[in-house]
Structure formats: structure tokens, C-alpha cells
């Protein structure tokens, strides 16, 4: 079994990622998802229904944590094995939608480190919040992971 | 569209969307596009390491779909919020059912919003995911 984890993260800030949204990898993440809604995939079809540009799906965020090079540097931090955690629940609240030509700044903590079953399961949540290049927030997120 | 969320009532079902079995290459494809090269979702000797019978989907891929679903139904900047709990893992050659219920038509802030609950079942009825998405509603 998983070792306490170390409550002292919380409240752990990590550095802001910044993350240019291009085109290509909202075709990407559309494909992927199997998006069938123009919107997402056909920036002709967005400019002709009023968007500025392609529109980014509703969990494309997703994509945003994962642009470092060590995505998983926490897990290391928290002294969790790869592959011994799994996602529990994810949270979005949006406020603005977001573009093709975006440059999106994501700020992330560790909001909490909590167990239940007497320790067997511990979890941890991630809080993040996400800024366009006007410095408005387009969206904020819970994650929460669960360690097995 | 037979169902408009403008009209919607408490109880009334939005329409589904079912998903094809998941093969391997789906799951690549997703890491691809997400960045998650979790080894569990694509690496089957390290699923099996890990304790898991088989690579398992992501669960952020398995939430697009109700995304899907939702963005079929409504208009992507009418949606407010969006969450799931992940309640049983998917594996490859599952196929899936997403679909949601209206469950709340309320005023909020003299803004009519509308409430879904959403779930994301197997063929044999498993849950794999439970959600809620708060929808505005713009008369």
C-alpha cells in the first residue's frame, strides 16, 4: 500500500504554464475525441457561425497541464508510483470560451490531500485556474487523483 | 432537433450518444492529442505491472464524450459548469452509451439555468462515469 502522502503539500503552487492553442491541436484533440461538430475541426464553418476562430472542446483544458516537460513531477514529489493512481473527478466552471490564437496561462496548487477508508485510499486535488492572453479567466478546474 | 434545451422540462431525457468500442489506436491517438503518455492508457506489460488486466481508457477521453454529447445538445458557451466522477475504469472493446437528464430548471440571478445529469454506461449497464453540467438558458 501507498505510503501516507505528505499533507505539507497542500497548498503547494506550481510555476504557470503557458500554452499557445494553435489550430493543429485542436484538430488534433478533436479527432482524438471523435468530434463530429464542425465547430471544432472546421475553421471556415466557426468564422461563418460567428466564432473568431477554430473553438476548443469543453475538456480540451485537459491538454494544458500535461505542455512540461515533466508533467508527472508531482508524482515523484508525493512519492506515489507511475501507474498507482487513477482520476477520480474533474471539475470545470467556464467563464469565456476558448480560441484557436489563444495564449492561455494556467495557474495550479495542490487545494487538498485527504484519505478515507482508514488510509486505504488518499486523494489528492489539484486546483487550477486558467487566464487568456487578456489576462481574463476562461475557465477554472478541480482534479482530483486517487492513489491505489 | 427534436429536443430543445430552450423548452426543456425536468425529466426530460437529451439525446444520447452512443461510442464505438475503444481499440488501442484510439487510445494513442487521445495521448497524442491530450499529452497524458500515462503508460497505463497505451503500454498493456505496464497496465499489467500496475495490477490492471488490460491498458484502460483515459478517463479525460471518456468525459470528452459526454462533452460530445452535451455540445450536440446545447451551445458550447451556454454550458456553466461540467463535472464527472470517474465510478469504473473502461477498457479496450467496450463500447459506450452516453446520455443525461434534465433534473433542475431553476432562476439564478434572474438567469434561467437548467441542470443535467449526465452518465456514461458500458453495454452491460456498468457506470463508468456520473456527471452534471449546469446549462444557461438565453430567452
Known sequence: M????????IGKKYNPLIFKVTEERIKLFSKATGQTDPLYYDTDFAKRKGHPSLLAPPTFLTTVAYEQEDPYKYVRDLNIDM?????????????????????????QEIGDIFDKKDGQLQ????????????????????????VI | MLWNYKTSKVGDEIPSLKIDPLNLSDLILYAKASGDHNQIHTDLDFAK???????????????????RMLTNAVPHSNIVNFSVQFSNMTYLDQALQCS????????????EVISVKLIVKDMVGQKKLI?????????
Open chain 2, 100 to 111: 443525461g437528464k434534465v433534473i433542475e430548471r431553476s432562476c439564478v440571478d434572474d438567469k
Open chain 2, 131 to 139: 456527471g452534471q453540467s449546469s446549462i444557461n438558458i438565453d430567452i
Open chain 1, 123 to 146: 486523494f489528492i486535488v489539484f486546483k487550477s485556474t486558467y487566464y487568456n492572453q487578456n489576462e481574463k479567466i476562461v475557465a477554472k478546474a478541480k482534479s482530483t487523483l486517487v
Open chain 1, 2 to 9: 501507498q505510503n501516507k502522502l505528505d499533507r505539507s503539500f
Open chain 2, 49 to 67: 505491472k500496475s495490477g490492471l488486466p488490460n491498458v484502460i481508457a483515459h478517463g479525460m477521453l471518456v468525459m470528452s464524450f459526454l462533452g
Open chain 1, 83 to 107: 501507474g498507482k493512481f487513477l482520476h477520480a473527478n474533474q471539475e470545470y466552471s467556464y467563464f469565456l470560451s476558448v480560441y484557436a490564437g489563444d495564449t492561455i496561462t494556467m495557474h
